[in-house]
């Protein structure tokens, strides 16, 4: 147990019972942000003349140093009792004593982990924008290019590779909307909360706030150390987006099938069998498939920790956190990845040469009985179900329509013949006319695809922008932070006036 906390109240955890305790390990990632969080708290504190200016140099200087280098231990609590037992071996106790003066490990691990999550998120970001634009550049080569769309894994009618993959766009669209707002109410400050009840010193909840970048406060003290739905929100908004993904990758993986064998995955993606030389097997994809699920179980053990906690903190929350970061990480790797192979996917556009796929216009049949012939739909339907099952079980498909059969079978259901022109049938089986007959907002023409991509390349930018806003936003106040922070550290004499623009 750490020096500075045993001794008092308690005498220590024995050594098996801290191993077990302890989150040091995982405490790594957010090490950076917690000696930011306590050097915008001293700051503070010296502004406010809570602690004497040269009292808050030292220890400034001494945060400094822990930049550079700072060795973790195994054989304590967590990595705030390691900062603070170096502060005050570097600083003396009757300086580095005063560190955690206004401040506790409950508000202060609340806070680096909203910043780190801030910086996670915007790595997530990146990724799915990059493979938004990855999608965009894959769709604007086959805006012409035909394949089958499916339900229930059945051929059911042709739409183009572009239109798919539009449709991929549209739904990550959505997940990077959901990860912006999550990130919204993650970027807000819950320092000054203390262990729940704020503290008796003249503290500036506000100035801590605009050091670290956040965008306010989560205002209620009670609230701030005991919230942890914003680890939830952003662990749901990531499964939504595996699942979004684990649908994409399922695509793949099937249609690179001899069985489907739609399109040809790029080979430095895939494996071959160690006993099978034939094989080309979709290991990358097949990995990320199982990763999605991950992601889920991560949201829903997160969930199962987090349920039913007493107000307000509970070391439960520690074992939440790493959680998060598994996610995190397994999103904006597969994100990456997923972008380089979609970019060298290759359709096989001979894939129309399997006959039964001509059956995917049926449904336009029906349609031209209904235009040209005023027949109801469902009578049209039913007509056009039945031709199909006497072409298949004569092994013909609906390239060998003639008007003379769809008299033929249209006399079998109903008492009088349909006689329908050569030239309607000849069109409307064109799986070509079947998609430029569709331009409908959001359909497989080649017009309406061209428009949707125009307003996603602009809706695309504009994602960026925003992005790098936030990011940009980050970057100035860690910048204004070690400025302020190597300013102080190098003073001398005199005391250091708060300039707000700085």
């Not at 955690?100 to 801030?118: E, F, G, H, P």
């Not at 996670?120 to 999608?135: F, R, V």
């Not at 064998?261 to 097997?281: A, C, G, H, V």
Request: with cysteine.
């Amino acid at each position: 147990m750490s020096g500075v906390l045993k001794g008092g109240r308690v005498a220590g955890l024995k050594e098996d019972a801290l191993k077990f305790v302890s989150s040091v390990k995982s405490d790594v990632k957010i090490l950076k942000y917690v000696l930011d969080v306590n050097k915008a708290h001293i700051i503070m504190l010296i502004e406010g003349g809570i602690i004497p200016k040269d009292d808050g140099l030292r220890i400034l200087n001494v945060l400094l140093e822990l930049d550079e280098s700072f060795p973790l231990r195994s054989d304590v609590e967590d990595v705030h009792v390691i900062v603070e037992e170096e502060v005050i071996r570097r600083a003396g106790m009757d300086v580095g004593g005063n560190i955690n003066i206004a401040k506790s490990r409950n508000d202060q691990v609340a806070t680096a982990i909203r910043m780190a999550l801030r910086d996670e998120i915007l790595g997530i970001l990146d990724a799915a924008l990059a493979l938004q634009e990855s999608l965009l550049e894959v769709a604007e080569k086959n805006i012409d290019v035909i394949i089958p769309g499916y339900t229930h894994l059945q051929p059911a009618q042709p739409t183009t590779f572009a239109h798919y993959l539009l449709a991929q766009f549209d739904a990550l669209q959505r997940d990077i909307e959901r990860l912006l707002d999550a990130y919204r109410r993650a970027n807000l400050c819950p320092m000054g909360a203390g262990a729940l009840a704020t503290t008796s010193f003249p503290i500036s909840r506000e100035r801590v706030a605009e050091l670290l970048g956040f965008n306010g406060l989560v205002e209620n003290s009670i609230d701030a150390v005991r919230s942890r739905d914003f680890l939830l929100e952003v662990l749901a908004a990531l499964s939504i987006m595996a699942v979004n993904l684990s649908h994409f990758i399922e695509d793949l993986i099937l249609w690179s099938s001899m069985e489907f064998n739609l399109i040809d995955l790029p080979e430095e993606f895939t494996s071959t069998s160690s006993i099978m030389p034939q094989k080309k097997n979709p290991d990358v994809l097949e990995v990320m498939r199982a990763r999605m699920s991950l992601i889920i179980s991560d949201f829903m053990a997160a969930s199962m920790i987090l349920k039913g906690l007493p107000s307000t903190y509970n070391l439960d929350f520690q074992e939440a956190t790493p959680k998060l970061w598994d996610a995190c990480d397994i999103a904006r790797e597969s994100l990456k990845l997923l972008s380089d192979l979609i970019r060298g996917v290759r359709v096989k556009v001979e894939v129309f040469n399997r006959p039964f796929l001509g059956f995917m216009a049926a449904t336009e049949i029906a349609n031209m009985l209904v235009r040209e012939y005023n027949l109801p739909f469902r009578v049209a339907h039913k007509i056009v179900g039945y031709l199909v099952k006497v072409l298949i079980n004569s092994g013909k498909t609906l390239s060998d329509v003639t008007p003379s059969l769809f008299a033929e079978v249209s006399s079998h259901l109903f008492k009088k013949p349909i006689n329908v022109r050569e030239e309607d049938l000849r069109r409307i089986i064109s799986l070509e006319g079947f998609l430029e007959s569709h331009g409908v907002k959001g359909g497989p023409s080649s017009s309406e695809v061209k428009r949707m991509l125009s307003e996603r390349i602009h809706s695309l930018d504009s994602f960026k922008e925003e992005v790098a806003s936030l990011r940009k936003r980050i970057t100035s106040s860690k910048s204004k932070l070690s400025s302020i922070v190597r300013l102080y550290a190098s003073a001398s004499t005199g005391v250091y006036k708060h300039d707000s623009n700085v």
